[in-house]
């Protein structure tokens, strides 16, 4: 007598499978192609339909070659400085973080650069365990098949640097009022400053803090070796 069949449960295999394939493909064809939106701009265009108050996405995509290199530098000294040594995830910054965590003191996750990306392109806002780890195995893979120099410039591409403005060549643009090949170092320093909470820190009008941020960050830039650092990344 044949066990009985439960078509159901092929499917709880294909899925997930399906998905990492998808996902692979993804990530080979905006190895090179690029990317039009993320995750976290279809959330906000969704939200946005329904409620007045949250603006729709501005995005334009630039080339890295178009970005000035002090606001590639920017982002790395105020993110993640350590960008050119991991692989994804920063070993030490994570650990000092859960230990932190242990502690019952405030951290801010011991985020890389690949993880913000692997954040913004494919997942949800919020803290999770389930999400975290999902954010891990997607940073590994990003950093397999994308370059650092790729990486980098998706993550300019894709960051939020306002409420409605995502991407350096939109808050360029819209909030700072010129080209991005137009961006000064301090330009690139204030877009930077504000990337932990965009929502509530304004380029436009910069609080005291973020100009304190701001200033760290430029001296940061320099402290971490300049444009020289970006050689690494080649």
């Not at 995005?59 to 692989?87: C, G, K, N, T, Y």
């Not at 019952?104 to 365990?129: D, H, M, P």
């Not at 894709?158 to 009022?177: E, H, I, M, R, T």
Request: contains cysteine; aromatic residues 12%; positive net charge.
């Amino acid at each position: 007598m044949s066990l009985p069949k439960w078509p159901w449960l092929r499917w709880l295999w294909y899925l997930p499978m399906g998905a990492a394939l998808l996902l692979v493909v993804c990530l080979l064809v905006f190895r090179w192609v690029p990317v039009p939106t993320s995750a976290f701009m279809l959330q906000q265009d969704i939200v946005a339909i329904f409620d007045k108050d949250t603006p729709f996405v501005r995005h334009d995509w630039v080339s890295r070659e178009q970005i000035p290199r002090h606001m590639q530098l920017a982002v790395i000294a105020s993110e993640d400085q350590r960008f050119a040594e991991h692989w994804g995830i920063d070993m030490q910054a994570t650990s000092a973080a859960i230990h932190a965590e242990l502690a019952g003191r405030k951290t801010g996750g011991g985020s890389t650069i690949t993880q913000q990306l692997a954040k913004n392109l494919f997942l949800w806002e919020g803290r999770s365990y389930v999400r975290k780890g999902l954010e891990w195995v997607l940073a590994s893979l990003i950093e397999v098949f994308w370059s650092k120099e790729r990486i980098l410039e998706v993550y300019l591409n894709s960051a939020q640097f306002g409420k409605a403005d995502y991407g350096v060549g939109a808050a360029a643009q819209n909030l700072l009022k010129k080209p991005v090949n137009r961006l000064s170092a301090a330009d690139a320093a204030l877009l930077a400053a504000v990337l932990p909470s965009p929502e509530h820190y304004n380029v436009v009008k910069p609080s005291g803090y973020v100009r304190f941020r701001q200033n760290h960050i430029l001296r940061q830039m320099r402290s971490i070796g300049g444009a020289a650092y970006l050689q690494k990344l080649d």
